[in-house]
């Protein structure tokens, strides 16, 4: 026993010193000395913890379960074999450890952070969100669960949020190049441009190989509307042969908008060979499908989005969501009282989402007397707070006059301010009884058009309907009797644009829309790709060219593989372009 305690402390010593082999060896001979399992057990972890360090992980990982087999209650031994299943792109098994490692130390924070890293991996952005916010909760001052929780919260769209997080884990760490990077990400996201310029070059200089940050400067770059200097940033890496998997993607991704897809597939299977990360994998796929696309490959390109949406798993409860159709529905019918508001500066302009949303809000952009302020939450926000009990006039008047101090300031002169978030559509109901002369801009598209490009694009994790057709399906369907509901049933003046007579004829809907708004045609809204405003959403790169007709019918090359998404097109009625209408049914005569 004497002769085992003195092996065991010698090979500890060694590891903490550094030298692995001997510490190896030295361990491998305490255990063989004694079967005490007080000598064994730690004896074990700590070959694991070498392991680790000379990069044996799958043998760690037996190490780590060896030494749990003779104590299961050793937490170190739990935690290690975590971040070792993590290692090993075993993140489920990861999870199952960490969770246990939580419980059994309650007041631990790194374990919590490291459990939010692996459903990261996942994909899971909002179970890695409350992870991290535990984290913080038992550390405050944990710099990198901050900076993961920015990172979280921004795949789920949001952006304020996001940005307060990263500033707090910069506070703390204000030269963790991790964390700056990801804030470099956000500003981009934001289209704080030339902030994440910076911010990526602050990191390259002082890691000039750091490849993330690389991949960082090169996409603010070309969102810049320098592409070709973003892919010299790019570009040593690529010539290797073996690119990190971010430098993969923003390569592909400046390549596509350049129209040159061949030479990235190449670039993309390698680097989806070497990906780990599930939802690293899912990105790398994503843009590989994409610019098979391009490059006129339709079955490996749709194999390619299948195998991605595949992994990323995402799981949406259609009965549920047609559940809470019915009760909007229902709700609608019974709100009788208005705003007295007078206000029409609010247009609200809905659809599913790539069905060319993005595209009439840069065009209204454009003119002088309209400013388009994206994706907003305030709608959302006013209306779910609308639900919870009956509001009389004046509570609607102060709630409309809410939502306005919050638009006004984005444009103090602007007679329209649009607000394109596309699920403001099941909150039409609300926006009548604040606004009653507010108008709505209906979007619409071919549904299996429609249906394949959310299939391809790699959406936030809120829209959780977007990678499996029935979904789609499922979701389209329940959008179709919504806004069927409101042309019936609705009090605000709606005027339907189909996506595909829009772009066969931009100026004559131009001037229907404006009519619409009753504002004068300005020739600005006919070159939308020469708008300098910056677009956060999915169709930034679509809506930087002149408007053009190639993603019409663009599903018949696809026929084959979605069968579910071009059953969605019998029965419609085909798209004409004059549903121009009041919501209650009536002509609206422009």
Same mark, same amino acid.
């Given at each position: 026993?004497?002769?085992?305690?003195?092996?065991?402390?010698?090979?500890?010593?060694?590891?903490?010193?550094?030298?692995?082999?001997?510490?190896?060896?030295?361990?491998?001979?305490?255990?063989?000395?004694?079967?005490?399992?007080?000598?064994?057990?730690?004896?074990?972890?700590?070959?694991?913890?070498?392991?680790?360090?000379?990069?044996?992980?799958?043998?760690?990982?037996?190490?780590?379960?060896?030494?749990?087999?003779?104590?299961?209650?050793?937490?170190?031994?739990?935690?290690?074999?975590?971040?070792?299943?993590?290692?090993?792109?075993?993140?489920?098994?990861?999870?199952?450890?960490?969770?246990?490692?939580?419980?059994?130390? $309650?007041?631990?924070?790194?374990?919590?952070?490291?459990?939010?890293?692996?459903?990261?991996?996942?994909?899971?952005?909002?179970?890695?969100?409350?992870?991290?916010?535990?984290?913080?909760?038992?550390? $405050?001052?944990?710099?990198?669960?901050?900076?993961?929780?920015?990172?979280?919260?921004?795949?789920?769209?949001?952006?304020?949020?996001?940005?307060?997080?990263?500033?707090?884990?910069?506070?703390?760490?204000?030269?963790?190049?991790?964390?700056?990077?990801?804030?470099?990400?956000?500003?981009?996201?934001?289209?704080?441009?030339?902030?994440?310029?910076?911010?990526?070059?602050?990191?390259?200089?002082?890691?000039?190989?750091?490849?993330?940050?690389?991949?960082?400067?090169?996409?603010?770059?070309?969102?810049?509307?320098?592409?070709?200097?973003?892919?010299?940033?790019?570009?040593?890496?690529?010539?290797?042969?073996?690119? +990190?998997?971010?430098?993969?993607?923003?390569?592909?991704?400046?390549?596509?908008?350049?129209?040159?897809?061949?030479?990235?597939?190449?670039?993309?299977?390698?680097?989806?060979?070497?990906?780990? +990360?599930?939802?690293?994998?899912?990105?790398?796929?994503?843009?590989?499908?994409?610019?098979?696309?391009?490059?006129?490959?339709?079955?490996?390109?749709?194999?390619?989005?299948?195998?991605?949406?595949?992994?990323?798993?995402?799981?949406?409860?259609?009965?549920?969501?047609?559940?809470?159709?019915?009760?909007?529905?229902?709700?609608?019918?019974?709100?009788?009282?208005?705003?007295?508001?007078?206000?029409?500066?609010?247009?609200?302009?809905?659809?599913?989402?790539?069905?060319?949303?993005?595209?009439?809000?840069?065009?209204?952009?454009?003119?002088?007397?309209? +400013?388009?302020?994206?994706?907003?939450?305030?709608?959302?926000?006013?209306?779910?707070?609308?639900?919870?009990?009956?509001?009389?006039?004046?509570?609607?008047?102060?709630?409309?006059?809410?939502?306005?101090?919050?638009?006004?300031?984005?444009?103090?002169?602007?007679?329209?301010?649009?607000?394109?978030?596309?699920?403001?559509?099941?909150?039409?109901?609300?926006?009548?009884?604040?606004?009653?002369?507010?108008?709505?801009?209906?979007?619409?598209?071919?549904?299996?058009?429609?249906?394949?490009?959310?299939?391809?694009?790699?959406?936030?994790?809120?829209?959780?309907?977007?990678?499996?057709?029935?979904?789609?399906?499922?979701?389209?369907?329940?959008?179709?009797?919504?806004?069927?509901?409101?042309?019936?049933?609705?009090?605000?003046?709606?005027?339907?644009?189909?996506?595909?007579?829009?772009?066969?004829?931009?100026?004559?809907?131009?001037?229907?829309?404006?009519?619409?708004?009753?504002?004068?045609?300005?020739?600005?809204?006919?070159?939308?790709?020469?708008? $300098?405003?910056?677009?956060?959403?999915?169709?930034?790169?679509?809506?930087?060219?002149?408007?053009?007709?190639?993603?019409?019918?663009?599903?018949?090359?696809?026929?084959?593989?979605?069968?579910?998404?071009?059953?969605?097109?019998?029965?419609?009625?085909?798209?004409?372009?004059?549903?121009?209408?009041?919501?209650?049914?009536?002509?609206? +005569?422009?």
């Amino acid at each position: 026993m004497t002769d085992a305690i003195t092996l065991y402390n010698a090979g500890t010593a060694a590891l903490r010193d550094g030298k692995l082999h001997p510490a190896l060896d030295l361990l491998a001979q305490a255990i063989k000395a004694t079967t005490a399992p007080s000598i064994q057990g730690p004896a074990w972890r700590n070959i694991g913890i070498a392991l680790r360090k000379v990069g044996a992980t799958e043998k760690a990982a037996q190490a780590f379960l060896q030494a749990l087999e003779i104590d299961g209650s050793d937490v170190d031994a739990r935690y290690s074999l975590g971040n070792t299943f993590a290692a090993l792109g075993e993140y489920t098994q990861a999870i199952d450890e960490f969770q246990v490692v939580r419980t059994a130390r $309650p007041q631990w924070a790194q374990p919590a952070n490291n459990e939010g890293a692996a459903w990261m991996a996942l994909g899971r952005s909002k179970e890695a969100e409350d992870c991290f916010q535990a984290a913080i909760h038992i550390d $405050p001052n944990f710099a990198h669960a901050w900076g993961n929780l920015g990172a979280a919260r921004a795949a789920q769209g949001r952006h304020a949020a996001p940005l307060h997080t990263l500033q707090k884990a910069l506070s703390l760490a204000p030269n963790n190049h991790q964390i700056r990077t990801q804030l470099g990400h956000l500003l981009t996201e934001l289209g704080h441009l030339d902030a994440a310029v910076r911010t990526f070059q602050g990191i390259l200089k002082a890691e000039p190989q750091h490849a993330d940050a690389r991949a960082g400067i090169g996409l603010a770059l070309h969102r810049s509307g320098e592409s070709i200097r973003g892919l010299s940033y790019l570009a040593p890496s690529i010539a290797t042969g073996n690119p +990190h998997p971010d430098e993969a993607v923003a390569f592909a991704r400046i390549c596509l908008h350049l129209e040159n897809p061949e030479v990235t597939i190449e670039v993309l299977q390698t680097a989806l060979k070497q990906a780990k +990360h599930p939802a690293t994998q899912v990105l790398i796929g994503k843009q590989l499908g994409l610019a098979l696309d391009a490059a006129g490959k339709p079955d490996e390109a749709f194999a390619a989005i299948a195998n991605a949406n595949q992994l990323r798993n995402l799981s949406f409860d259609a009965a549920q969501h047609s559940t809470q159709i019915d009760a909007l529905i229902q709700r609608s019918l019974r709100a009788t009282t208005q705003s007295t508001c007078t206000d029409s500066t609010p247009v609200f302009i809905v659809g599913m989402p790539r069905s060319g949303t993005t595209l009439i809000e840069q065009m209204l952009d454009a003119h002088p007397e309209i +400013h388009g302020a994206g994706e907003r939450g305030e709608l959302q926000m006013v209306a779910k707070l609308m639900r919870d009990k009956e509001f009389d006039e004046n509570a609607l008047n102060q709630l409309a006059s809410a939502y306005l101090n919050r638009i006004r300031p984005l444009a103090p002169n602007a007679k329209k301010i649009t607000d394109k978030m596309p699920d403001n559509f099941m909150y039409l109901g609300e926006a009548a009884q604040l606004f009653p002369e507010a108008r709505v801009i209906h979007c619409i598209r071919d549904p299996a058009d429609t249906g394949l490009s959310c299939l391809f694009q790699n959406f936030k994790d809120t829209l959780k309907w977007t990678t499996q057709q029935e979904d789609i399906a499922a979701f389209t369907r329940d959008y179709q009797r919504t806004m069927n509901h409101w042309a019936e049933h609705g009090n605000l003046r709606m005027l339907t644009v189909p996506y595909e007579s829009l772009v066969h004829e931009p100026e004559l809907w131009a001037r229907r829309i404006l009519r619409f708004l009753d504002l004068p045609f300005h020739s600005s809204v006919l070159h939308p790709d020469q708008n $300098p405003r910056i677009v956060r959403t999915a169709s930034h790169d679509q809506i930087r060219r002149p408007i053009h007709t190639k993603s019409v019918g663009r599903f018949w090359k696809y026929k084959a593989h979605i069968q579910t998404l071009i059953n969605l097109r019998e029965g419609l009625p085909q798209s004409e372009g004059n549903c121009d209408r009041k919501g209650d049914g009536r002509n609206h +005569h422009e």
